[in-house]
């Protein structure tokens, strides 16, 4: 996803654009995710500036593409269930309002006007009605042809050409070389992988997330609805299984259930623990749901940053090569804002958002 | 040989279900789909956008094309529940869950 919105933004600046997928479009994270574009599960700080800028986008892009790529801009409902998990969310509401994020606080007994098959006995909850939905792969898909860039998938890249001076000058294939004066890196979790081809490090770690789907159902989920601590397991630095209940219902019908967060590498196995207890979160918000019948799951592997960031922007240690990965668990809302960003830099622009906290190399200066 | 005819096997004795309130007989160890196909029912959902009609497809549970609502319990695929003695099937439409 960010790869094709990097390729939209930079041929509209004019730029010619190849895209090189080693699978076909959407074959890897974008894929595995629910197309969620939230401003809701951001602490103030650049990604949520990143997200607002995103946010703007995707309504932009919805003006001509939206029904395709199933766009909604449903909202999202933030749901705690005791007294002081509502104090925690009212301060992190507080902050985000500063920063621009549209919070309304919904005490408890306005809940289910919003939602409702949600839960009694919740101790209130906060309406993002900025919070929006696409079905990520057809939204990659939509981006990419709407792009016009040449599409070249099923194409590992094997090696990042160089110029005697270290430069970038291109890419090699398993299908031949494809010359260009600069390579974005957009292979999301693979991130590291691609810049270790340039000879760079960039720490993009799998951070493995199961997503449980329902029989489709008329629409009985209106909004994106988590719980509150939500928010602080996607804050979490650890590697253990962590699970939180997201639910929310799809254009097409089926409800999807998230989420879950765990280090196992590129482990794909079923797990039916998380998978279990994703469902047990989902019946705690929604209990209708006990009576709803789970059709299948699928697992994708969010590209983790030690510090939670994406990587964005020109990489200093190899002229020419850029970077777009490392969204962890936002890609697909952060994707359009990353493409702008990144067009900008290429067509010689000042970036409109400070690219200082998504430099490539930040990581490098701590090792030293 | 003929698809609708027991190939060499002894099933138990024949039981009673009903598809929209017609009565239709069943064998034992019959899936719901197969108790359909022996009676001649080839479709029993409608899909949700164009109401097309839809029926067996993979046959081993995977694809999720022939959800038929049985003792109101909507969306069950019909080629991996067993048929029993009395179980109510019911033709679907849409979700399945809109009435």
Known sequence: MAGAACALYAARAGLDVTVVDRGPVAGGTTGAGEGNLLVSDKEPGPELELALLSNRLWADLAEDVGEAIEYEAKGGVVVASSEHGLAALTDLVAAQRAAGVVAEQVPADRLHDLEPHLAPGLAGGVHYPQDSQVMPTLAAAHILRASGARLLTGRTVTEVLRTADGAVRGVRTGHGDIHAPAVVNAAGTWGGEVAALAGVSLPVLPRRGFVLVTEPLPRRVRHKVYAADYVADVASDSAALQTSPVVEGTAAGPVLIGASRERVGFDRSFSLPVVRALAAGAVRLFPFLEEVRAMRTYAGFRPYMPDHLPAIGPDPRVPGLLHACGHEGAGIGLATGTGRLIAQVLGGKAPELDLAPFRPDRFEEEAA | ?99
């Open chain 2, 1 to 99: 040989m003929n698809p609708l005819e027991p190939a060499r096997a002894e099933p138990g004795p024949a039981f009673a279900v009903t598809l929209d309130g017609r009565e239709i007989a069943a064998l034992p160890g019959q899936t719901v789909a197969t108790a359909l196909w022996a009676a001649g029912v080839t479709s029993w959902r409608t899909t949700r956008g164009e109401g097309r009609p839809r029926g067996i497809f993979c046959g081993i549970g995977v694809c999720f094309d022939c959800l038929v609502t049985v003792n109101d319990r909507p969306n069950q695929r019909a080629c991996l529940i067993p048929v029993r003695p009395g179980d109510a099937i019911r033709t679907q439409e849409g979700t399945g869950h809109e009435h």
